[in-house]
């Protein structure tokens, strides 16, 4: 990778209490790509990217954009332009999807109220649909629109690295394919993303670069077109089709 990727972790362990579930995991993400993290059930995906995201205690090396950061923590990553979008989504049942957006801009307070609409107006050009329904409640929404909800929400405080956990989780095959396609899109609006996705193939067909994760260990990676022709994640993650 680039001498300065947004992220790199290097020999990167997780552990719950005396129990590893990450052991020594390297990975980059260079400027304006989408790199995503496949691999089963229970392989540590969720448990590395929270990790990542300084809401879990790690070992190892932890860089972004060439600084070291010793002990990664929430107020760190979000300081330096990482959001996470967790696979539960966490959205505001009882508020309005504009309020829903308007708090995803609240880490950003020097930036005040005129630049927060600007930025929505910006999130409305990426998710036109959220657009159409501003004034409705979050947990009135369908599951696609709350996951868009939930990736523009992120948006709103202009990361440079958005990290994804199982987008696609619970919503329908056309409607996976339509949020990753806008995920995709990210990257000509300078969004650097780390995609960590069950569906391997859907992610490998956004991806530019994957890396296969099983129990822990980064099993497999290259360019996400390899991987997609690559016969054991063929016959793994793909099965037929
Ligand atoms: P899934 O796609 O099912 O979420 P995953 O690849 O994200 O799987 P993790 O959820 O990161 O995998 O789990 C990795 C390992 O860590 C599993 O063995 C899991 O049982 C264990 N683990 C996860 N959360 C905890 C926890 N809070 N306490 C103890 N062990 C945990």
Request: proline fraction near 4%; charge should be positive; hydrophobic fraction near 45%.
């Amino acid at each position: 990778g680039a001498a300065r990727p947004v992220l790199a972790l290097e020999d990167f362990h997780v552990a719950y209490g005396a129990v590893e579930a990450v052991h020594g995991v390297a990975l980059h993400i260079d400027e304006g790509e989408i790199v995503t993290v496949i691999g089963p059930n229970g392989a540590g995906k969720t448990t590395l990217l929270a990790a990542a995201m300084g809401l879990l205690p790690s070992r190892g090396r932890l860089r972004l954009g060439g600084e070291v950061i010793a002990r990664p923590s929430v107020e760190a990553m979000v300081a330096r332009g990482v959001a996470l979008v967790p696979e539960r989504r966490e959205l505001f049942g009882e508020m309005s999807v504009e309020d829903n957006l308007l708090l995803g801009g609240f880490y950003r307070w020097r930036t005040g109220r005129r630049d927060q609409r600007a930025r929505m107006a910006e999130v409305f050009a990426i998710f036109p649909r959220l657009q159409e329904r501003r004034t409705q409640w979050a947990s009135t929404l369908s599951g696609g629109e709350r996951q868009m909800l939930a990736i523009g929400r992120a948006l709103m405080a202009r990361p440079r690295l958005l990290m994804l956990d199982e987008p696609s989780l619970g919503l329908a095959p056309l409607i996976v394919r339509e949020v990753l396609q806008v995920v995709g899109a990210l990257r000509t609006q300078g969004v650097s993303v780390l995609l960590v996705e069950q569906n391997a193939r859907a992610a490998l067909q956004v991806a530019d670069r994957g890396y296969v994760l099983e129990t822990g260990r980064v099993a497999l990676q290259g360019p996400a077109a390899e991987l997609l022709h690559d016969r054991r994640i063929i016959d793994t993650y793909l099965g037929l089709g």
